[in-house]
């Protein structure tokens, strides 16, 4: 005869005369196996500590956005610190700064951009910065004229910018181009305002304090 092991669920077997098979079958696996064998106990008490790290894991998964309004002011503190009033638009993909003068260039193998600020009242002063991909953007005659308005795309240097909102700083990529028919010379698309977790109120405005990173 062999030996009972500690999981062996022949040691109930006065049990299973008082019960029919299907509910034999059920005990020995909720008994015989979860609790009488060691093994399934440390089972079920790992699965028991990873159910209760999920609940609390929860909450911060499940973080609400920072909502802002439709205008914010954004600071740039790569170039010179400009406070600038921007335009959130969900319906755009990038982000877009005014610029003018924009003049790519070949340093060290790579590829840069050098341009000035097409913005009210900016200096004339020359900023450099590494081009991170050139992208094809849809303009349109109007910043909010509907999608088959839009013209043939254009090509856009984009760089990596520094962009500070209330007192959250990120980095996003920011396309160039000119801006100065348009009324805010900054454009937060969608992939800028995911970076920042933002969501957006179109009847609030400047809901975020001055920038301050």
Known sequence: MQPKTLCDPKHDAERHKRHSHAER??????????????????VHYVKSILALLS???????AAEPTLYGR??????????????????????????????????????????????????????????????????IKTRSEEDADDDEATAPTKRPVVDLELCLGNVKRTVEVNLTDRSSFNYP????????????????????????????
């Open 25 to 42: 079958g059920n005990d020995l696996i909720d008994n015989g196996l979860k609790f009488r064998c060691p093994f399934f106990k440390e």
């Open 55 to 61: 609940l609390v894991a929860l909450p911060v998964l």
């Open 71 to 136: 205008y914010e002011y954004i600071a740039l503190p790569e170039i010179g610190g400009e406070v600038l009033k921007a335009k959130m638009d969900t319906g755009a993909l990038t982000a877009s700064l005014s610029a003018k003068d924009i003049e790519m260039f070949t340093r060290d193998g790579d590829e840069w951009v050098r341009f000035r600020l097409a913005t009210k009242d900016a200096s004339n002063k020359v900023y450099e910065h590494k081009i991170a991909r050139i992208s094809k």
């Open 186 to 213: 900054l454009l937060i698309g969608a992939k800028a305002l995911r970076e920042f977790g933002a969501a957006v109120n179109p009847a609030r405005r400047f809901t975020a304090d001055k920038p301050d990173c």
